[in-house]
């Protein structure tokens, strides 16, 4: 923690006295200050029709582990890029690394629990990797391994507090990808919340029986790229924009850190801070304003408000996405708790027009009565920026999103 | 000796099994019992609010009927409750509709259901979710569903 936060300055910095290219530098107390390192920060992503070959808006990567402090190493590729949680989930089938057990205070393996609001939800244990993109690599990560069903060793089922009467999560073609890599504003999936008494996130769990427990935010699913050395107070999200009728496929980059390397400088996107308790803005539509909004990569569309008030028809076939007779032009003023506001432009178009054979588009959407999902639509066309909580940037402090 | 006390009061004082959507207002007592919530009530002009929080900032509100049934339920907190619980006998209506919808090119959202009277709308992300259901048929006269809140 105490690294991530010197880490934007002292870079900054540093950027000032070795001119950002040169060798080390000696400063005027003849100590030696070393270079800041250039490594690649820059992981690719794409959006297609991923390993189901049906998906519409799923944000790719792929990510290599390893067992911790090995060369033994696997790259598994189809993992969904969202933004709107923290923490690498990876279903259990696609590991073929036998990765360490995370254990508590009791030696007993940690049990993690994250539910969908379809009533599904993905239950397993935590182990340890460590956890590669491009050049960047989070050391000793715990990570989720889902539906561990009695490989390498037998997993207690989900509790009922966990199921909640709902479906679990076991294959690629369910969770339309191979595992879920969470790089919201968020250090943790829960965080302190779930350090202080037990919740439904988190489990101790002997070979028979998994109980609800406590678990210090140190144990808990981390973003990647907090605990990366270097490049680890934000991230970026590129890429292009799109044409109406979409594209079979779309690609970008995921750049790590901001303002910390010449490739991910703020530059004229405006800072807007969001809630450090829940990661919420405002977004204000036709007069009236929507406190509860935010930007997930992990939604394939705009989900935002209702029938009644944007005029747009639920499809008859896709509920509750909308499938207006034409394409409609909307705009919306997202605010921070800073007051910076930013005017964003889109399009709804009709999910059943739109060319079987595309999946990155710009303009699908639906119903959310209440408030603005952003989802992967509004991600086209920009250089999107998350700062991470308690991390110190060019742009300020976050928790914030840029654009 | 916490838990086995807990069923002996359930027992004594009769609450009833099924939790709150379209149940007698003493439902409500269930939930909050299983919940592990506080409860404060609200009398608006003709129906009565159920406040439940607890100390995680989940806020769970239960609206009821001047003449005691519930009538709808909102949600907001940083983990989705057992809408299982807070659902009761609509729950089963709720997941089964939410999960028939074609995945195709759906993949991942907010579960917004209309189903007869039945309407559910649950979203948010990890830390924030939110949501509502109710009921349409049994709104109090002049009431809508923006009092759900």
């Known amino acids: ?93 696609q590991v073929t690394l036998v990765l360490p057990n995370s254990t508590d205070i009791s030696g007993n393996v940690i049990g993690n629990c994250v539910q969908f609001l379809d009533t599904s939800y993905i239950w397993g244990p935590v182990a340890l990797a460590d956890v590669k993109f491009a050049d960047e690599v989070a050391s000793s990560l715990p990570v989720q391994l889902g539906a561990q069903w009695g490989r390498p060793t037998s997993f207690p089922a989900a509790p009922t507090v966990c199921s909640s009467g709902g479906t679990a999560v076991t294959t690629p073609s369910t969770l339309g990808a191979n595992g879920i890599l969470g790089v919201g504003n968020f250090i943790q999936d829960c965080g302190q919340g779930c350090a202080s008494t037990s919740s439904k996130y988190y489990y101790s769990c002997t070979t028979t029986a998994c109980t609800q427990a406590a678990v210090p935010v140190a144990k808990q699913l981390t973003n990647p790229v907090a605990k990366f050395p270097q490049d680890n107070n934000g991230l970026l999200i590129t890429l292009p924009a799109l044409p109406d009728a979409g594209q079979v496929s779309a690609s970008g980059s995921m750049i790590f850190g901001i303002g910390t390397q010449t490739n991910n400088a703020l530059g004229a996107a405006r800072v807007q801070t969001i809630s450090s308790s829940t990661g919420t803005f405002s977004t204000t539509f036709s007069g ?45 003023i997202t605010t921070g708790i800073n007051s910076v506001a930013n005017t964003v432009a889109f399009n709804i178009a009709n999910l059943n027009s739109l060319p079987a054979a595309n ?31 308690l991390s110190s940037t060019p742009g300020g402090s976050g928790p914030y999103w840029a654009y | 000796m916490k838990i086995f006390l807990s069923a002996i009061l359930l027992i004594a004082v009769g609450l009833p099994c099924l939790a709150a959507l379209g149940e007698t207002v003493a439902s409500v007592a269930t939930d909050q019992q299983k919940f592990q919530m506080r409860r404060q009530i609200r009398q608006a002009q003709n129906y009565s609010v159920h406040i439940m929080t607890d100390d995680n900032g989940t806020v769970i509100n239960e609206f009821a009927t001047a003449g005691g049934i519930v009538f709808g339920v909102s949600w907001q907190g940083p983990v989705i409750p057992d809408l299982s619980q807070l659902l009761g006998r609509h729950f089963g209506t709720f997941q089964a509709q939410v999960l028939s919808e074609s995945k195709i090119r759906a993949r991942r959202r907010g579960a917004v259901t209309h189903n007869g009277n039945l309407i559910v709308e649950s979203g948010g992300h990890p830390r924030d979710y939110r949501g509502r259901a109710y009921l349409t048929d049994q709104l109090p006269s002049g009431v809508t569903q923006e009092a759900i809140q």
């Open chain 1, 288 to 332: 009236k304003t929507y406190p509860g909004s935010f930007i997930d990569s992990g939604s394939n569309g705009y989900f935002f408000l209702d029938a009644a008030t944007t005029g747009l028809p639920i499809c008859s076939n896709a509920a509750p996405f909308y499938c207006p007779t034409t394409q409609k032009s909307f705009t919306a």
């Open chain 1, 1 to 93: 923690m105490k690294n991530r936060m010197l880490a934007g300055p002292l870079v900054a910095a540093l950027c000032t006295l070795a001119g950002c290219g040169g060798g080390g530098s000696s400063s005027g107390g003849g100590v030696f200050t070393p270079p800041p390192v250039v490594i690649n920060n820059v992981q690719p992503v794409v959006v297609n029709a991923g390993p189901s070959n049906q998906e519409a808006d799923v944000l790719y990567t792929s990510v290599t582990i390893c067992v911790p402090g090995t060369s033994t190493c696997q790259t598994i590729p189809n993992i969904q890029v969202d933004t709107g949680s923290s923490g690498l989930r990876l279903l259990n089938s």
């Open chain 1, 359 to 389: 999946s990155a588009f710009n303009n699908i959407g639906g119903s959310q009565p209440n408030f603005f999902d952003w989802g992967l639509p509004f991600f086209f066309g920009k250089s999107v920026f998350v700062a991470l909580e």
